[in-house]
């Protein structure tokens, strides 16, 4: 074993060589650039095949479970807290409650957007309290927006929808 | 043998767990070094404080979060030779922004087990090679099919928890931006610190928009960045120093992935991580039995949050206690005296260096100018990650 603990403050020295974005752009350093191009294709499972399938069709699907009598939002094929397959499929309704939301001035690079779009929580009617997922608002002023706002979805038209989270344009205020 | 069970968790420790050693590199937006340099600079420094070498190391355990940041996977193995980990038994572990108290709670299973005897935690994070941003980097955290067709900012997510807390509470904007001014000027201490700056509760709520709530100064910075700790067994701590620290429990939970099914106004998982680590620390009281806290603050309100996850503060008194000074350098719990993710920077894994370096450094009184100024004798560290749903827990105490 060696020498032993040294008394110094900590940590001793910050070491380390700071750069700028411009130091990469006017060649300043010397890196590499690689675009890997890869994709995906992403099957939806049991659970969110049916319910993709489901909102073509203008509706929402949830799952059922008897041991805890959850319905569950969204979907899936077992419930996580019994650990035990699924009762039945129940429709919910295309309404619901904000739980939370936020206004979102970027992408998802983190670039500007031209207009902020809002987002939100949104607990669905006919699931369980608190099963909400995530989707955008519209009609509605960021300013006007509140948690415990009653929302409904506005569907895309029957030959526009593609079984996509998107058939849901946006959810606007109602009442 | 001591054996304890928590939650039908049963716990069997061979020997306790000090620490001797710690170190890190500055923390910036972009470094010039790899992250395999980066791991090197760190890990020396904890070497030369611990009064160790490479070759009494016995096993590594490295951190580092997700693969996206440097396009490279097999990381762990990319990491390998600068953490000093060749030939010796080594692992990467990962739980998103959790990896920071997480890789030390791995290297406690290594000694606490009576595996290793001396072993070395190793977490570096290099975020500045993705581009156009890290954000970008960040999309593949978001459920391909119902999350990512509505072009999701990794902002939202805690932007939509801010909101939730602040909206349960009746907290308001400008208590929890008071956070952000602390940690940002306890930063100025801070040797290795990225945006250590003297703000107001002003320049905060006039700064950029991004996710509203959240405002550019809310938030932490990307960075790159590594840290390094070194853990013993008490028959080594005692042929190295007088005054080691010890690792007096360790604690970990994960709340559901299904995110939009909970109720984000409370970090269940931090509550959860925390009985665990208190349980084994023999603490029943954290608010009178914790002396100093680092939780994880990649987001002002994120410290006030853990802060009540960790049972610091009651649910909503957190931004009450910050409002009194009583998280401050010399208040009567010093919260983030290292100026934490919002002063010194967020490079996700080696945030290792603010919360469990810095809690060992407080404890063993070697944080220099960012010294608390009461006595201290037990603190706890935590980190915090995923799909906001993972917490890790460390106590540690100067006492044994």
Same mark, same amino acid.
């Given at each position: 074993?060696?020498?032993?603990k040294?008394?110094?403050s900590?940590?001793?020295?910050?070491?380390?060589?700071p750069?700028?974005?411009?130091?990469l752009?006017k060649?300043k350093?010397t890196?590499?650039?690689d675009?890997?191009?890869?994709?995906?294709a992403?099957?939806?499972?049991?659970a969110?095949s049916?319910?993709l399938n489901?909102?073509?069709?203008?509706?929402?699907?949830?799952?059922?479970?008897?041991?805890?009598?959850?319905?569950m939002?969204?979907?899936?094929?077992?419930? %996580?807290?019994?650990?035990k397959? !699924?009762? #039945?499929w129940v429709?919910? @309704?295309?309404? $619901?409650?904000?739980?939370t939301?936020?206004?979102?001035y970027?992408?998802?690079d983190a670039?500007p957007l031209?207009?902020p779009?809002i987002?939100?929580?949104?607990?669905?009617?006919?699931?369980?309290?608190?099963?909400?997922?995530?989707?955008v608002?519209?009609?509605?002023?960021?300013?006007d927006?509140?948690?415990?706002?009653?929302?409904?979805?506005?569907?895309?038209?029957? %030959?526009?929808r593609?079984?996509? !989270?998107t #058939?849901?344009?946006y959810w @606007?205020?109602? $009442? | 043998m001591?054996v304890?069970?928590?939650?039908?968790?049963?716990?069997?420790?061979?020997q306790?767990v000090a620490i001797v050693?710690a170190?890190?590199?500055?923390?910036k937006?972009?470094l010039?070094?790899?992250?395999?340099?980066?791991?090197?600079?760190?890990?020396?420094?904890?070497l030369e404080?611990?009064?160790l070498?490479i070759d009494d190391?016995?096993?590594?355990?490295?951190g580092?979060?997700?693969d996206?940041f440097?396009g490279?996977?097999?990381?762990?193995?990319?990491?390998?030779?600068?953490s000093?980990?060749s030939?010796?038994p080594?692992m990467?572990?990962?739980v998103?922004?959790?990896?920071?108290?997480?890789?030390?709670?791995a290297?406690?299973?290594?000694?606490?087990s009576g595996l290793?005897?001396?072993c070395?935690?190793?977490c570096e994070?290099k975020m500045s090679?993705c581009?156009p941003?890290?954000?970008?980097?960040?999309?593949g955290i978001?459920?391909?099919i119902?999350?990512?067709p509505?072009t999701p900012n990794?902002i939202?997510?805690f932007a939509?928890?801010?909101?939730r807390?602040?909206h349960?509470?009746n907290i308001?904007h400008?208590?929890?931006?008071?956070v952000s001014?602390k940690n940002?000027?306890?930063a100025?201490?801070h040797p290795?610190a990225q945006?250590a700056?003297k703000?107001?509760?002003?320049?905060v709520l006039?700064?950029?928009?991004?996710?509203?709530p959240?405002?550019?100064?809310?938030?932490?910075?990307p960075?790159?960045?590594a840290?390094?700790?070194i853990?013993?067994?008490?028959?080594?701590?005692?042929q190295?120093?007088?005054e080691?620290?010890?690792?007096?429990?360790v604690?970990?939970?994960?709340?559901?992935?299904?995110?939009t099914?909970r109720?984000?106004?409370?970090?269940?998982?931090?509550?959860?991580a925390?009985?665990?680590?208190y349980k084994?620390?023999?603490?029943t009281d954290?608010?009178?039995q914790?002396d100093?806290a680092?939780?994880?603050?990649?987001f002002d309100?994120?410290e006030l949050?853990?802060?009540?996850?960790l049972?610091?503060?009651?649910k909503?008194e957190?931004p009450i206690?910050?409002?009194e000074?009583v998280?401050a350098?010399?208040?009567?719990?010093?919260?983030?005296?290292?100026?934490g993710?919002?002063?010194v920077?967020?490079p996700i894994?080696?945030?290792?260096?603010v919360?469990?370096?810095?809690l060992?450094?407080?404890?063993a009184?070697?944080a220099?100018?960012?010294?608390?100024?009461k006595?201290?004798?037990?603190?706890?560290?935590?980190a915090w990650g995923?799909l906001?749903q993972?917490?890790?827990?460390?106590?540690?105490?100067n006492?044994?």
């Amino acid at each position: 074993m060696a020498v032993g603990k040294k008394d110094i403050s900590c940590p001793p020295e910050a070491i380390g060589t700071p750069i700028k974005d411009e130091d990469l752009k006017k060649g300043k350093v010397t890196y590499y650039e690689d675009y890997p191009d890869l994709r995906y294709a992403w099957t939806a499972g049991q659970a969110i095949s049916r319910f993709l399938n489901e909102l073509k069709k203008g509706r929402l699907i949830a799952t059922k479970c008897n041991e805890c009598g959850r319905i569950m939002f969204p979907p899936r094929i077992f419930c %996580e807290l019994c650990f035990k397959p !699924i009762d #039945d499929w129940v429709y919910v @309704k295309d309404t $619901g409650v904000v739980q939370t939301f936020s206004i979102s001035y970027i992408d998802p690079d983190a670039r500007p957007l031209p207009e902020p779009i809002i987002v939100a929580v949104i607990a669905v009617d006919g699931a369980s309290p608190k099963m909400g997922i995530m989707h955008v608002l519209g009609e509605v002023k960021p300013e006007d927006v509140y948690i415990g706002m009653k929302v409904k979805a506005v569907w895309k038209d029957e %030959e526009e929808r593609e079984g996509a !989270i998107t #058939d849901i344009k946006y959810w @606007k205020p109602v $009442g | 043998m001591e054996v304890e069970k928590i939650k039908g968790l049963k716990f069997a420790k061979k020997q306790d767990v000090a620490i001797v050693g710690a170190g890190m590199t500055t923390w910036k937006r972009r470094l010039n070094e790899t992250g395999k340099e980066l791991s090197y600079i760190a890990v020396k420094q904890a070497l030369e404080e611990a009064g160790l070498t490479i070759d009494d190391i016995e096993m590594v355990v490295m951190g580092s979060a997700p693969d996206t940041f440097d396009g490279l996977h097999m990381k762990g193995e990319y990491l390998l030779d600068g953490s000093g980990g060749s030939d010796r038994p080594y692992m990467r572990v990962f739980v998103g922004g959790g990896t920071g108290v997480f890789a030390p709670i791995a290297g406690y299973w290594h000694v606490a087990s009576g595996l290793a005897d001396v072993c070395l935690v190793v977490c570096e994070e290099k975020m500045s090679s993705c581009h156009p941003h890290p954000q970008s980097g960040f999309k593949g955290i978001w459920d391909p099919i119902l999350e990512r067709p509505l072009t999701p900012n990794l902002i939202w997510i805690f932007a939509l928890e801010m909101r939730r807390y602040m909206h349960v509470h009746n907290i308001k904007h400008e208590d929890i931006a008071l956070v952000s001014v602390k940690n940002k000027r306890n930063a100025l201490d801070h040797p290795c610190a990225q945006v250590a700056e003297k703000i107001t509760v002003e320049d905060v709520l006039n700064s950029e928009p991004m996710a509203l709530p959240v405002r550019r100064l809310d938030v932490s910075p990307p960075s790159d960045g590594a840290a390094a700790l070194i853990m013993v067994a008490p028959h080594i701590a005692r042929q190295l120093t007088d005054e080691p620290v010890w690792v007096d429990g360790v604690g970990w939970a994960l709340d559901t992935t299904m995110w939009t099914n909970r109720d984000l106004y409370f970090p269940r998982y931090v509550a959860e991580a925390a009985k665990m680590a208190y349980k084994m620390a023999h603490i029943t009281d954290p608010k009178k039995q914790i002396d100093v806290a680092e939780p994880y603050d990649p987001f002002d309100y994120k410290e006030l949050h853990h802060m009540e996850g960790l049972g610091l503060a009651r649910k909503g008194e957190a931004p009450i206690l910050t409002k009194e000074g009583v998280t401050a350098r010399d208040g009567d719990l010093p919260t983030c005296p290292s100026g934490g993710l919002l002063g010194v920077g967020n490079p996700i894994a080696a945030t290792m260096g603010v919360k469990a370096c810095e809690l060992y450094w407080q404890l063993a009184y070697r944080a220099g100018k960012r010294q608390v100024a009461k006595e201290v004798t037990t603190g706890v560290c935590q980190a915090w990650g995923d799909l906001m749903q993972v917490g890790t827990v460390m106590v540690m105490s100067n006492k044994r």
